[in-house]
């Protein structure tokens, strides 16, 4: 089993990546078990709740994070103060790729719902890479993923009517066969979509009331993906 520590002991100790529940979806889906006896360093599943933050822009990325289970946002604060949320992080997931390139993190990454991360230090997975040909692969593949998913955001997400991205957000959010959908409040989804709260708030309840999003329990909701998608191409 990987290890799961508190934030404050995240760097004691090793993980057994080898035995890792996801390991065949994650960063190191690639690697043999010769390669995880070189990994020398920590590399823990730390876990974490709404609003705890797990790297602020600016800061020095040294390391990268795949995502076990749970929801991250990516923040960026326009000139005028406001935030926007640029992408959503979920399970498999990798962020804090800049540190490839020993840059600065660009967003802050906060998280939305109970999360658990791995975290990799930069030296470990760039070392694998030249050592390992499958890793250097998935990490490209996980950059052209999230260069993807920003022109998908950028397309679905911040064009068309308010209607339209929110039922957008709804189907990228339906997370099993079930159309189960986990909601979070309305100030994030308006970050996201580019609308006000107020707005946001009124076309969430009108979905509710048209029976294209029927509530289990708080914020957890079953979600009419047909009628979504209707609506999201402009059809209902």
Not at 51 to 62: M, N, P, R
Not at 110 to 138: F, G, Y
Not at 184 to 194: K, P, Q, S
Not at 199 to 206: E, I, P, Q, Y
Request: negative net charge; contains cysteine; charged residues 30%.
């Amino acid at each position: 089993m990987i290890k799961t520590v508190t934030q404050e002991d995240a760097w004691k100790g090793e993980a057994n990546c080898s035995a890792c529940s996801i390991r065949d979806s994650v960063l190191f889906a690639g690697l043999k078990e010769k390669d995880f006896e070189h990994i020398h360093k920590p590399i823990e599943q730390l876990p974490l709740q709404p609003g705890d933050i797990l790297y602020h822009a600016g800061d020095k990325a040294d390391r990268l994070f795949t995502i076990r289970s749970g929801l991250v946002k990516l923040v960026q604060y326009l000139p005028d103060g406001t935030q926007r949320i640029v992408r959503l992080l979920r399970s498999t997931d990798v962020t804090g790729m800049e540190a490839l390139l020993g840059d600065e993190y660009q967003h802050d990454a906060v998280i939305m719902q109970t999360t658990e991360v791995c975290v990799l230090p930069i030296d470990v997975v760039q070392r694998l890479s030249k050592e390992n040909a499958e890793l250097h692969h998935e990490l490209m593949k996980r950059w052209q993923r999230a260069l993807s998913d920003a022109d998908l955001w950028i397309t679905q997400l911040s064009t068309g009517s308010a209607r339209q991205r929110v039922a957008r957000l709804l189907i990228k959010l339906v997370c099993d066969e079930d159309n189960r959908c986990e909601l979070f409040n309305r100030e994030d989804m308006g970050a996201i979509l580019g609308i006000t709260t107020e707005t946001a708030s009124r076309t969430v309840a009108d979905f509710k009331r048209k029976g294209l999003l029927k509530e289990m329990k708080p914020n957890l909701y079953m979600a009419d993906t047909d009628k979504l998608l209707e609506v999201a191409e402009d059809l209902l």
